[in-house]
C-alpha cells in the first residue's frame, strides 16, 4: 500500500521512485524472461534498420511470465490505488537499450498518443516502469520534468516525432519545452534493478542513448481505469489493447513460484 506520503509527493511531482520494490531473485527471473524476447522474430518486436532490439509490445501474450508480472500485486496495487479504481492494461512493452546502442526517445507526454491514436478520454492512466537493470547517469536513464502534469496537454511547439513509437505522436520542443525545464528543473530516476517509477500521462519525459557497456532493460505497464477505456483505436492491438478485463493481482510470490514449479516439472 502506498503511503499519504507517497501519494501526495505523486501527485506534485507527477512520479513517484520506489527504489528496489522487487528482489534480485525475481528480477533474475524477469531478466531471464527478457532474454528469450530479444531472440523472437515477431510483429510485436520492434528492431532497428541495424537490427538493434528496440522495443517488444504486448509481452504477456506469448511470455507466460510477462503475463504474470503484470498481474503483479506490487504493480497492480499502487496504479489502482493512484487511479481509484479498478484498472486494465492498456499498453505493455519492453524496452531494451543496449550497450553503445542508439534508441533514443525526443521529448513528449504520453497522453498525446493515448488520446490522438487510441481515443482515451481522459488522463486517468498512468504508466509503471520497472528497471530490469540497475539504471545509472550512463546507460539512458529516463528524464522527467517534475511538476509539470501539471501544464496538462502541451500543444506549443510540437513536432511529429518519427519512427519511434508512432510516426506523428508529438515531440516538445523550442520555446515551450524550454520555460517548462527552467521552471521545474529534470530528474532522471535512477536505482537498481527491481526499481519502479509511477508517473502521470502528462508528464514530460525523454531519454538518451545508452553511452556506456551496461544495457538498461525496462518493463513498461500503462494501466488506464476501466471506465476511461478506448473508444477509437486506431493502432494495432497489441500496442493499444481493446480488451478491458480489470488487472486481478496474482499471489505476491508468483514469480518464484513459477520457477519452481516449473524446475519441478
Ligand atoms: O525507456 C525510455 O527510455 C523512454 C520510453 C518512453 O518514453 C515511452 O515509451 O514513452
Wanted: negative net charge.
Amino acid at each position: 500500500m502506498l503511503t499519504p506520503e507517497q501519494i501526495a509527493s505523486y501527485e506534485r511531482d507527477g512520479y513517484l521512485l520506489l527504489p528496489e520494490l522487487f528482489t534480485p531473485a525475481e528480477m533474475a527471473v524477469v531478466r531471464r524472461a527478457a532474454s528469450d524476447i530479444y531472440a523472437m522474430n515477431r510483429p510485436e518486436v520492434w528492431r532497428g534498420k541495424d537490427g538493434e532490439f528496440r522495443l517488444a509490445f504486448g509481452v504477456q501474450h506469448y511470455h507466460p511470465v510477462f503475463d504474470l508480472f503484470l498481474r503483479h500485486p506490487r504493480l497492480v496495487e499502487p496504479t489502482r490505488e493512484l487511479l481509484g479504481g479498478d484498472v486494465y492494461c492498456h499498453q505493455y512493452k519492453l524496452i531494451n537499450k543496449q550497450p553503445f546502442g542508439k534508441l533514443d526517445f525526443p521529448w513528449h507526454q504520453d497522453f498525446a498518443n493515448w488520446s490522438k491514436f487510441d481515443g482515451m478520454p481522459e488522463p486517468r492512466a498512468l504508466n509503471i516502469s520497472v528497471f530490469l537493470d540497475e539504471v545509472n547517469e550512463f546507460n539512458g536513464p529516463v528524464i522527467f520534468i517534475p511538476g509539470a502534469h501539471k501544464e496538462g496537454l502541451i500543444t506549443a511547439d510540437v513536432l511529429p516525432m518519427e519512427g519511434i513509437d508512432q510516426d506523428g505522436a508529438h515531440t516538445i520542443q523550442g520555446r515551450e519545452l524550454e520555460r517548462i525545464a527552467r521552471a521545474n528543473g529534470m530528474v532522471a530516476p535512477k536505482g537498481k534493478a527491481g526499481t519502479a517509477v509511477l508517473f502521470h500521462p502528462y508528464m514530460p519525459h525523454a531519454s538518451s542513448p545508452n553511452q556506456s557497456p551496461w544495457s538498461r532493460s525496462t518493463i513498461y505497464l500503462t494501466s488506464n481505469r476501466v471506465d476511461n477505456h478506448i473508444t477509437r483505436p486506431t493502432r494495432p492491438e497489441y500496442v493499444a489493447h481493446t480488451d478491458f478485463t480489470p488487472l486481478r493481482a496474482v499471489a505476491d510470490d508468483a514469480l518464484l513460484t513459477y520457477v519452481e514449479e516449473a524446475a519441478a516439472a
